[in-house]
Nanobody, 123 residues
Framework: QVQLVESGGGLVQAGGSLRLSCAAS????????MGWFRQAPGKEREFVAA????????YYADSVKGRFTISRDGAKNTGYLQMNSLKPEDTAVYYC????????????????WGQGTQVTVSS
């Protein structure tokens, strides 16, 4: 069973940057695609970005395309989400999760989940 720990969240002003990390333990994490999701209060968990197991492919939600970059380091079993030009609407708890499918944007295609890391963007 893969276990995940997200970190790197915090409070930042609009226009600022943050880099989130997702440390994975357990075998075979490197053989899964990895995704980032976010959930704001009162809203459903929404897809942000995903990267293939080989890091050769990525896809993004339209709302973050051009501002966020997903990456992973297989040797460290760690994934990253570089977030630039942050907006107040990016405020949410951010989660990472693996998937054995490529291309889905639904949370049901991913799992397990970590505890998340809070990102707050002030205007």
């Amino acid at each position: 069973q893969v276990q995940l720990v997200e970190s790197g969240g915090g409070l930042v002003q609009a226009g600022g940057s943050l880099r989130l990390s997702c440390a994975a333990s357990g075998s075979r994490f490197s053989s899964y695609a990895m995704g980032w999701f976010r959930q704001a209060p009162g809203k459903e968990r929404e897809f942000v970005a995903a990267i293939s197991w080989s890091a050769g492919g990525t896809y993004y939600a339209d709302s973050v395309k051009g501002r966020f970059t997903i990456s992973r380091d297989g040797a460290k079993n760690t994934g990253y989400l570089q977030m630039n030009s942050l907006k107040p609407e990016d405020t949410a708890v951010y989660y990472c999760s693996p998937s054995n499918s490529w291309g889905p944007r639904s949370p049901e295609a991913f799992g397990p989940w970590g505890q998340g890391t809070q990102v707050t963007v002030s205007s």
